[in-house]
C-alpha cells in the first residue's frame, strides 16, 4: 500500500504563465490514479515532479510520509517512472532492455536476467523476448517499457501517457496488463483518453490550465455535476419535453442530460410510446465536459431545456 500526498504545488517554465498552480491531493492505497487533461494542461509536470525529475517552485509532496522533494534519494528506490517520450533500445531484444534497465538500477545480472523473464511473463511478451524491439510492434514495445518498470519491483509507479498512439487491440491489452499489476502497487498514469481513464482508474484527478478541477472516483465525479444522467435518442425521433440540457451529435441524435428522478420519468414515458433509446449514468466523457467547459460548445442553445 502506498500514501501519496502533495500540498499546493506550483510550478512556472516560464515567467508569468503557471504550468501547475496550487495543487494539492493525496491518496491512500494500491490501484490506479489517473490525471486527466487537455494537452498542455500540466499532467506531466505534475507527474514529473512526483517522479523527483522536477523541482517545484513551492508546495510539498511526501510518500509513505518521506517528504520527496527534500529527500528524493529515500524515496527514488520505491518508483519507477516512463516518460511520455520514453522509447526502447531498438537493437536490444525485450530482455537486454529490462536487463540492461535493472544493471543501472543496481542489480547483479543473475537477479536482473531472472526478474526480466518474470516480468516478460506477466505483462505477457515471453514470445518476443529475442527479437530486437525495433522488430516488434508499437504494443509489445510499450509492454517491454512497462515490464522494465515492472521488474523494478517499484510500489509506486508512474506511466504518462502510457497508450497514446497504439491501436485499439493494443490499447486493451494494456489495460488488461495495467488491471492485472494494480493490485499490489500504485500505479499513476497520465491520459487524455477519457474511456481510459473511466475503464482503469480508482481515482481520477481532473486538470485544467495548471489547477486541479475535481478529483474523485467516478461515482463521486459523477455527484459533483448537475446531471447524472444520460438518455440518448437516434435522429429524427420523438423529442420528449425533460428537465435538463440537450446536446445534439452531429448526425443529428440527441442526448438529454438530466438527474436521476428524471431520467426515470422520461424512460417510462419513452417506453410507453415505444421509442427506442438508451439510458445510462453520465460518462467521464459528459463530466470532462461539464467540468472544463462549463458552458458546452456543442449545446444547441435553441433546444435547450434549462428553461423548463
Ligand atoms: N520544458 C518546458 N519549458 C517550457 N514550458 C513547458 C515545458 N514543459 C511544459 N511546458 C508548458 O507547461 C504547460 C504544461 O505542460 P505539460 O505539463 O507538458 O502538460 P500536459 O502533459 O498535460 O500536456 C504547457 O503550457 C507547456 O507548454
Ligand atoms: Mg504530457
Not at 34 to 49: P, V, W
Not at 132 to 142: I, N, P, W
Request: some cysteine; glycine content about 8%; hydrophobic content about 35%.
Amino acid at each position: 500500500m502506498v500514501s501519496l500526498s502533495f500540498s499546493n504545488i506550483s510550478k512556472s517554465y516560464t515567467k508569468g504563465k503557471k504550468a501547475l498552480n496550487r495543487v494539492s491531493f493525496s491518496y491512500d492505497g494500491n490501484g490506479i490514479l489517473a490525471l486527466i487533461g487537455r494537452n498542455g494542461a500540466g499532467k506531466t509536470t505534475l507527474i514529473r515532479i512526483l517522479a523527483t525529475e522536477l523541482m517545484p517552485d513551492s508546495g510539498t509532496a511526501s510518500i509513505d510520509g518521506i517528504d520527496l522533494i527534500k529527500d528524493p534519494d529515500r524515496v527514488r528506490g520505491d518508483m519507477s517512472i516512463v516518460p511520455q517520450e520514453a522509447r526502447t533500445i531498438g537493437w536490444l531484444t525485450p530482455a537486454q532492455n529490462i536487463t540492461t534497465y535493472l544493471l543501472y538500477r543496481g542489480l547483479s545480472y543473475k537477479e536482473a536476467s531472472l526478474r526480466a523473464l518474470k516480468a516478460m511473463e506477466e505483462v505477457g511478451i515471453s514470445e518476443y523476448k529475442d527479437t530486437v524491439t525495433r522488430k516488434l510492434s508499437g504494443g509489445t514495445k510499450r509492454k517491454t517499457l512497462v515490464a522494465m518498470i515492472l521488474a523494478s519491483e517499484s510500489r509506486l509507479i508512474f506511466l504518462d501517457e502510457p497508450t497514446t498512439g497504439l491501436d485499439p487491440i493494443s490499447r486493451e491489452e494494456l489495460w488488461n496488463v495495467l488491471n492485472k499489476l494494480k493490485k499490489d502497487r500504485l500505479i499513476v498514469l497520465t491520459t487524455h483518453y477519457l474511456e481510459e481513464a473511466e475503464r482503469l482508474a480508482d481515482r481520477i484527478c481532473v486538470i485544467e490550465d495548471g489547477k486541479l478541477m475535481a478529483h474523485g472516483t467516478m461515482d463521486e465525479l459523477r455527484m459533483k455535476i448537475r446531471y447524472q444522467y444520460s438518455i440518448r435518442l437516434p435522429a429524427n425521433s420523438y423529442r420528449p419535453r425533460a428537465r435538463g440540457r440537450l446536446v445534439r451529435g452531429t448526425d443529428g441524435g440527441m442526448q438529454i442530460l438530466t438527474d436521476e428522478q428524471e431520467a426515470f420519468r422520461v424512460s417510462k414515458e419513452l417506453i410507453k410510446k415505444g421509442i427506442r433509446f438508451s439510458s445510462n449514468p453520465v460518462s467521464l466523457e459528459d463530466i470532462f465536459y461539464f467540468i472544463v467547459k462549463k458552458s458546452i460548445d456543442r449545446d444547441d442553445k435553441e433546444g435547450n431545456y434549462d428553461e423548463w
